[in-house]
């Protein structure tokens, strides 16, 4: 135990260590976020498309829609990034990162689009015939009434694809990227077991950590609405 304990020291000691994990972390970041960015207005936009009236125009687009969302959550997160890197974007000096954001990014479109669907057909329907009877527009009612309740209900949902995507990132080491698991591999590798189990220790702490400011964030946010419910019901 003191052996595990003098291995973080020195981990965190040696700048060359933390500079390798930092560089890591980074990657990690910008990939989950852009990731995020692309996932949640892609998905909106599927969801949308999902959730408008049916009409012989809307019908094409909505096959595509559900056909897509499908096959991304039908295959898996390192099939997909596999394709993307070795057979659509198998290009010679074509950035990795970008590669990983749009794999990643639609990806996650697929999920947010569940999300967003689900969370906009949990408010009542009664809500937008009334919204009509009262003269207002379909774009009113949605942006004024049904849109504000339902980022309410979607909240918790989304908040859990972004934990999802900021953990299944680590997988990008399997395609050769320097993200935090890469660094943690790198750190440890060519030395003993304690050695090896230290930098992936701490890599684990970054996760940790990211995972709880994020979640404590949003509960922040969940807890902000309820007040914000409490006072109108007053």
Partial sequence: MNNFFDKIVELFSTPEYIDSLLHGFLLTMQVSYFALLIGILLGTIIALVDTAKESKWMAAPKFI???????????????QLFIMFFVIFAIRGFPSIIIAIIAFGLNSAAYVAEVVRSGIQSVDAGQTEAGLALGLSRRTIFFKIIAPQAIKNMLPAMGNEIITVIKETAIVSMVGMYDLNMAAKDIGSGQNMASYIVPMFVAALFYLATIYLITFAIKRIEKSLRKSDLRAEE
Avoid: H, K, Q
């Fill in 65 to 79: 829609c559900r056909v897509y969302t499908t096959v991304i959550r039908g295959t898996p997160m390192a099939l």
